[in-house]
T-cell receptor, first 116, second 116 residues
Framework: AQKVTQAQTEISVVEKEDVTLDCVYE???????LFWYKQPPSGELVFLIR??????QNEISGRYSWNFQKSTSSFNFTITASQVVDSAVYFC?????????????FGKGTRLSVIA | ETGVTQSPTHLIKTRGQQVTLRCSSQ?????VSWYQQALGQGPQFIFQ???????GRGNFPPRFSGLQFPNYSSELNVNALELDDSALYLC???????????????FGPGTRLTVT
């Protein structure tokens, strides 16, 4: 059975600290995709990134970076120099490589609070 | 390019009533998915429409029904409302071109439904 785990329920950091959010996807598939979404207090889910499991290179976009470790099936998301506007719930959602138009299955999310 | 919009923003209904929620997909997108998000949980898939036909359904009873129109906008109808239907209802649109690779979905701001 496939299972996505976001073990950190809530994280609180002080502004300018770096923070890493964890996501583990347990599956027998060797190839799959992972999506990260951000949900600020306004409620709208904002797409951040789609990565595949056969690319273990770090991806960096501004203050955001993503690191995939195939050996542990973990797909971590790091925010550098966090800001108050980063406060949100962050969801990871895995998808099989051939899932096409099938819906996303979300983890329970990690609530990040950045304190000024 | 217009993003995904939903109406109304908030709604209060009484148990047993019926409700219709509306969604306008992002320009150029042909697929709409609906999700229910209870407080403190990740979004749960209700159903999806691709080119006006239902293209998958989650574990929701038949009193949850939907439509997709020729302009790819969509409605979610819920009959015989129950207290547990109180949640944030999110609509997501995507462009699917019959590829096996899963595509990112773009979400609207949601409709918060309260059933009393």
């Amino acid at each position: 059975a496939q299972k996505v785990t976001q073990a950190q329920t809530e994280i609180s950091v002080v502004e300018k600290e770096d923070v890493t959010l964890d996501c583990v996807y347990e599956t027998r598939d060797t190839t799959y995709y992972l999506f990260w979404y951000k949900q600020p207090p306004s409620g709208e889910l904002v797409f951040l990134i789609r990565r595949n499991s056969f690319d273990e290179q770090n991806e960096i976009s501004g203050r955001y970076s993503w690191n995939f470790q195939k050996s542990t099936s973990s797909f971590n998301f790091t925010i550098t120099a966090s800001q108050v506007v980063d406060s949100a719930v962050y969801f990871c959602a895995p998808a099989p490589w051939n899932s096409g138009n099938t819906p996303l299955v979300f983890g329970k999310g990690t609530r990040l609070s950045v304190i000024a | 390019e217009t993003g995904v919009t939903q109406s109304p923003t908030h709604l209060i209904k009484t148990r047993g009533q019926q409700v219709t929620l509306r969604c306008s997909s992002q320009s150029g997108h042909n697929t709409v998915s609906w999700y229910q998000q209870a407080l403190g949980q990740g979004p749960q898939f209700i159903f999806q429409y691709y080119r006006e036909e239902e293209n998958g359904r989650g574990n929701f009873p038949p009193r949850f029904s939907g439509l997709q129109f020729p302009n790819y906008s969509s409605e979610l109808n819920v009959n015989a409302l129950e207290l547990d239907d109180s949640a944030l209802y999110l609509c997501a649109s995507s462009l699917w071109i019959r590829s096996l690779i899963p595509y990112e979905q773009y979400f609207g701001p949601g409709t918060r439904l309260t059933v009393t």
